[in-house]
């Protein structure tokens, strides 16, 4: 049986097992993180190819479940990755726990050594020679002193290198502790992603009855509503003014953008589904025949980041009175002079006022808004050209978006770029 004893440190519980058993156990958790990595991976392929068939009632519905899955794998690794990282912390308080009694020990061994120095040293060095019976005894005593000396430089050194070790061991605990409070956030997201899966399911097996042709009739007054909206949002943004200062936003092409999700689980540009401004799609999909971003098809609950330092400026959800826009979106401003909008997610974790760095987590991908399937929406403003607005405010107009007053992020033509254009090459 294993002899398990629980330690209180800092404001966690650990449980002493052997370093030994921990590295093992670590090890497993590792192996079982690959093993979803892998799977996931599966997920998003077959999620990519579904998202790229016909719209149809029953590939909605095959996109819902293989995304459901996908959740349910995210959701797995996610738990892994906590207990791994719960017995990392435990490790490094054992670690520390045997600094901080090695320490002690030798502070211990110090104190000795330093009391009977100072027993020695009452004595002047002639005082010394006059106690002896011959030199060769009074030279004995000066090389016990000449050892004493070295022992203390040595206890000092293993002191010295005991406490940098100690420091780092500390360091390395906070920084665990940081990245456990992180998964937990992302636990979190990830099991309100699979709520709105769910939720998504069973809102369109109700909506359309199973049928085919009610989902097409169903996609068809979506289409009628979105373009009702982008011609209301057209008119509002036309009586917008702004005059663009170049100084004021970056170089094209200078990479002043990060990719806005994990590019080493994506080929950013295998997954545009649809390009910014007019091309032969926008004019197919959009009334304007325009399009103010750049469209990535990823999966449903995929991490959604920052694309530069900055601070988020509002976050909102146009879902309501069946608004069909950006759905749960979240605009952050940067550092540099441009503004990110990201768009259709399932789930925000970021808030108004929070600094970001470039890689943030801010919130995760979805569906929401209008979206003919899971994508992440990207538009990219002139900071100072862009502002959050009730689009009631505005006389005219019959959309729900603008009848509700739903708020949005809203600009004059110039403040629009390419994402493409600040993204990296």
Same mark, same amino acid.
């Given at each position: 049986m294993?002899? #398990? ?24 958790? /590792? ?20 998202? &790229?068939?016909?719209?149809? !009632?029953? /590939?909605?519905?095959? %996109?819902?479940? *293989? ?6 794998? +995210?959701?797995?690794? $996610?738990?892994?990755?906590?207990t791994k ?22 502070? =211990? ?6 009391? %009977? ?30 050892s !004493? ?6 206890s000092?050194?293993?002191? %010295?290198?005991?406490?940098f070790? !100690? ?5 390395? /605990? ?11 956030t ?13 939720e998504?399911?069973?809102? !369109? ?24 909206? =982008?011609? +209301?949002?057209?008119d ?41 401004? @007019? ?8 009334? &304007? ?12 609950? &995929? ?5 530069? /330092?900055? $601070?988020?400026?509002? *976050?909102?959800?146009?879902d ?30 970021s ?16 569906n929401?808004?209008y ?14 050209? #862009? ?7 505005? @006389?005219?107009?019959s ?6 007053? *739903? ?10 770029? +390419?994402?493409m254009?600040?993204?990296?090459n």
């Amino acid at each position: 049986m294993l002899l #398990v004893t629980t330690l209180f440190f800092g404001d966690i519980f650990v449980s002493a097992q052997s370093a030994t058993e921990l590295r093992q156990q670590i090890d497993d958790y /590792n192996k079982r993180i690959e093993k979803l990595d892998a799977e996931i991976k599966l997920y998003e392929q077959e999620l990519l190819k579904i998202g &790229s068939d016909k719209q149809t !009632l029953q /590939n909605a519905i095959n %996109e819902l479940n *293989v995304a459901r899955q996908k959740l349910s794998a +995210d959701i797995s690794k $996610t738990e892994n990755q906590i207990t791994k990282t719960n017995l990392t912390i435990e490790q490094l308080a054992g670690e520390i726990i045997d600094k901080e009694n090695r320490i002690g020990k030798n502070k =211990e061994a110090l104190a000795l050594t330093l009391k %009977e120095l100072s027993k020695r040293d009452d004595s002047s060095i002639i005082e010394m020679l006059l106690n002896q019976n011959n030199i060769a005894d009074f030279w004995g005593r000066i090389s016990e002193l000449e050892s !004493l000396n070295e022992s203390i430089q040595e206890s000092v050194q293993n002191l %010295e290198g005991l406490k940098f070790t !100690l420091q780092q061991r500390v360091a390395e /605990n906070e920084e665990q502790k940081k990245e456990l409070e992180r998964f937990k956030t992302n636990l979190a997201n990830q099991k309100q992603a699979a709520d709105a899966n769910k939720e998504e399911k069973a809102g !369109l097996l109700t909506e359309t009855q199973s049928k085919e042709s009610n989902y097409q009739d169903i996609l068809e007054q979506k289409r009628i509503a979105r373009e009702q909206f =982008e011609s +209301d949002l057209r008119d509002i943004e036309s009586q917008l003014q702004f005059i663009l200062d170049p100084d004021s936003v970056p170089q094209k092409g200078s990479g002043a953008l990060g990719w806005p999700f994990n590019s080493s689980s994506f080929n950013p540009l295998s997954i545009i589904t649809q390009q910014f401004g @007019k091309t032969a799609d926008s004019g197919r999909l959009y009334a &304007s025949g325009t399009h103010n971003g750049t469209d990535f098809g990823i999966p449903t609950g &995929s991490e959604i980041r920052s694309a530069a /330092n900055g $601070t988020v400026r509002e *976050v909102g959800n146009t879902d309501v009175g069946r608004c069909l826009s950006y759905g749960k979106w979240i605009l952050v401003d940067h550092d540099n002079g441009l503004s990110t909008l990201y768009a259709h997610l399932s789930s925000i974790s970021s808030k108004p006022g929070q600094a970001v760095s470039r890689g943030t987590v801010i919130g995760y991908s979805g569906n929401t808004g209008y979206s003919t399937g899971p994508h992440l929406h990207l538009t990219v403003f002139a900071r100072e050209g #862009v502002q959050v607005m009730g689009l009631g405010e505005f @006389k005219g107009g019959s959309s729900p978006c603008v009848l509700q007053n *739903v708020r949005i992020p809203v600009a004059a033509p110039q403040a629009y770029f +390419d994402p493409m254009s600040y993204l990296p090459n």
